[in-house]
């Protein structure tokens, strides 16, 4: 399998889940620019037409997108790593949680990487803020979002906390989501994608 991803960007949450699913899966850089080519000198339209990461190339050659899906086939490939829980409630809550993060969080941060004026800027903020003590209510006591156990969802949920910081969106009165984030950045397939994606985060 190849994972076409950008540094830093949602990719990195599938990217996560493939190595703590400890998948053999390839990476493939996207530089983002008019003409979108793969590292490996593709045309990125050519596999993907959204031209967008998170984009999963299968050994068939057929092609997975969809951030929420392409973590949940990863998670599938390994079952034994408990990282999607498929029976119960548990699973719902799964489904619940990863389509609220998709929904309200991701596409909540896109207007900023289009550097919307300020006061678009501080509305964006707000309903963020608004999201993020969402996050924390459904994190409660718990370690991470499901209980005890590390999910593709907290994989996904740890992004959207990289660009808070990356936006400088402050988040200092919700100290169990930084506690959440300290926990997810200290996990040793956390630290290596994101050696791997060259990048350094406190
Ligand atoms: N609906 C897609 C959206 C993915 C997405 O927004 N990817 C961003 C990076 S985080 C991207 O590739 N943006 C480049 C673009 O859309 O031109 C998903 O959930 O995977």
């Given amino acids: 399998m190849k994972l076409y991803y950008a540094p830093g960007a949602c990719s990195l949450a599938p990217h996560i889940v493939a190595r703590e699913a400890g998948l053999d899966v390839a990476l493939d850089r996207i530089a983002f620019g008019a003409e979108r080519k793969t590292e490996s000198g593709r045309d990125f339209y050519d596999i993907n037409p959204q031209g967008a990461v998170p984009t999963l190339e299968l050994d068939t050659g057929e092609v997975l997108t969809e951030n929420a899906v392409v973590m949940q086939y990863l998670a599938a490939q390994a079952p034994q790593a408990g990282l999607a829980p ?103 397939a956390v630290q290596q994608a994101l050696k791997a994606e060259g990048l350094s985060l406190s």
């Fill in 86 to 188: 498929g029976e119960g409630m548990a699973h719902w809550r799964l489904l619940e949680t990863l389509n609220f993060i998709a929904t309200e969080l991701h596409k909540g941060f896109s207007p900023l990487f289009r550097n919307p004026a300020d006061d678009v800027r501080e509305t964006i903020f707000a309903t963020l803020r608004n999201r993020f003590a969402l996050l924390e209510r459904k994190l409660g006591d718990k370690t991470y979002l499901l209980g005890d156990t590390f999910s593709i969802a907290d994989a996904y949920a740890f992004v959207m906390m990289t660009w808070a910081r990356k936006f400088k969106l402050n988040l200092g009165d919700q100290p169990k989501l930084e506690a959440y984030f300290q926990r997810i950045l200290a996990r040793p």
